[in-house]
Antibody, heavy 118, light 112 residues
C-alpha cells in the first residue's frame, strides 16, 4: 500500500516562502501524477497543483504565480514551494497521488499543518 | 467560494439511505466523466470513496454509489451506519484551460 508523508516547517512568517516535501514509500513514484491539496481551517479542499514523474507540472491558475512543485525520483520525493505567503495561506497541506491518468486522488498523506504568522 | 455546490448537511436514521448532490456546470461535472467523492473524518485526511462518477476503489463498501446527470453528480449511501457520519466532498476535473480540479464545499452527514 502506497504511503505518503509530508514534512516541513509548521510556522512560516508572512511574505516568506512555505516549503514542504512529500516522501512516497511502499510504491513507485514513476508513471503517476502527484498533487498538493490544502484545506484552510474549517473550510473545504483546494487543489494547488500536480507534477508528473517526468517533471511536467500543472498549477491552479489562482495560485500559479506563487507555486513551484518539483520532484526528485531518486529520493521518491516531491516538493511544494509557495512564495509570498499571507495569513490566508494558513492551512493543512496534503500531498496525494493523482493516478496514472490524473482524474482522482487515491492515496493521501496525513497532512501538514502550516500556520502563517509573525 | 467553491465552483461546485453541495448541501451543507444531510441526515438520516441508521439503515436509511441518504443522497448528497453536487452541482457544477458544463465546464466541469457536465463536461467530463471525472467526478470523485471523498470522505473525511475530523482531523483526518480525505479518503477516496468514488471515482470516475460511479466506480468504487477496492475496500469501499458497496453501500456507497455514485451517479451523474447533466451538471449534477450524486453520492448515495444506502443502509446508513454510524461510521458513515463524516464530511463528504465532491470533486470534478475541470479541463485544460481553467481550474484543473474543483472541489465542493463539503456536506456533513449526520445520523439521527
Amino acid at each position: 500500500q502506497v504511503q505518503l508523508q509530508e514534512s516541513g516547517p509548521g510556522l512560516v512568517k508572512p511574505s516568506e516562502t512555505l516549503s514542504l516535501t512529500c516522501t512516497v514509500s511502499s510504491g513507485s513514484i514513476s508513471t503517476y501524477y502527484w498533487s498538493w491539496i490544502r484545506q484552510p481551517p474549517e473550510k473545504g479542499l483546494e487543489w494547488i497543483g500536480y507534477i508528473y514523474f517526468n517533471g511536467n507540472t500543472n498549477y491552479n491558475p489562482s495560485l500559479k504565480s506563487q507555486v513551484t512543485i518539483s520532484i526528485d525520483t531518486s529520493k521518491s520525493q516531491f516538493s511544494l514551494k509557495l512564495s509570498s505567503v499571507t495569513a490566508a495561506d494558513t492551512a493543512v497541506y496534503y500531498c496525494a497521488r493523482t493516478g496514472s491518468i490524473p482524474t482522482f486522488f487515491d492515496y493521501w498523506g496525513q497532512g501538514a499543518v502550516v500556520t502563517v504568522s509573525s | 467560494q467553491s465552483a461546485l455546490t453541495q448541501p451543507r448537511s444531510v441526515s438520516g436514521s441508521p439503515g436509511q439511505s441518504v443522497t448528497i448532490s453536487c452541482t457544477g456546470s458544463s465546464s466541469d461535472i457536465g463536461g467530463y466523466k471525472y467526478v470523485s467523492w471523498y470522505q473525511q473524518y475530523p482531523g483526518k485526511a480525505p479518503k477516496l470513496m468514488i471515482y470516475e462518477v460511479n466506480k468504487r476503489p477496492s475496500g469501499v463498501p458497496d453501500r456507497f454509489s455514485g451517479s451523474k446527470s447533466g451538471d449534477t453528480a450524486s453520492l448515495t449511501i444506502s443502509g446508513l451506519q454510524a461510521e458513515d457520519e463524516a464530511d463528504y466532498y465532491c470533486c470534478s476535473y475541470a479541463g485544460s484551460y481553467t481550474f484543473r480540479y474543483v472541489f465542493g464545499p463539503g456536506t456533513k452527514v449526520t445520523l439521527l
